[in-house]
């Protein structure tokens, strides 16, 4: 395999993915371009309460990332319960990618930044901003939108709109 600067570089993209959209996606495609491998950690617990278990986000992701078309580099799933410098640290990530989708997740994300530097000096952080068409789209708006019966097609894939139709029908 090639390597970015003669030196093999994994990165993880952490996140709770509840559920992946076309945004994470969208920055998971990018992210894959700058590195030789990328982890997308799912999270395993969750302060924010996940509509779907950990199970059926891995699933949505796997399959959302086995359709993506144009990847950069090998991408593997894995769950994590841990403090994410210890995640990355058992992957030998070098970076940890972040999406930044307007100013009000910037001052959030620096200073967890600033704690995860603090925590492993080594770990990089790197932020990916939106692209304009994604800078609206967040999973709990989605959620919201799916739970009062609204179309959200043109948010997630259709493995995802499937999934979240079938929660809410419940």
């Known amino acids: 395999m090639t390597t970015k600067n003669g030196k093999f570089l994994t990165g993880v993209y952490p996140g709770t993915f509840d559920p992946v959209t076309k945004g994470h996606l969208h920055l998971i495609r990018r992210a894959s371009c700058m590195v030789d491998r990328l982890v997308i950690g799912v999270a395993v617990k969750s302060r924010k309460g996940p509509l779907f278990t950990f199970e059926e986000r891995v699933e949505m992701v796997k ?70 068409k994604w800078q609206f789209v967040s999973a709990s708006f989605v959620k919201e939108i799916s739970s009062l019966g609204g179309n959200v097609d043109e948010f997630v894939t259709p493995n995802v709109a499937e999934k979240l139709s079938s929660k809410f029908s419940d």
């Open 63 to 132: 399959t959302d990332i086995g359709n993506l078309n144009e990847k950069g580099c090998e991408i593997v799933i894995k769950g994590f319960d841990t403090l994410l410098v210890d995640f990355a640290r058992e992957e030998n990530a070098s970076c940890i990618f972040r999406g930044l989708r307007a100013v009000s997740d910037f001052e959030y994300e620096f200073q967890l930044t600033g704690m995860n530097a603090k925590l492993d000096p080594n770990l990089e952080t790197v932020f990916l901003m939106a692209s304009d």
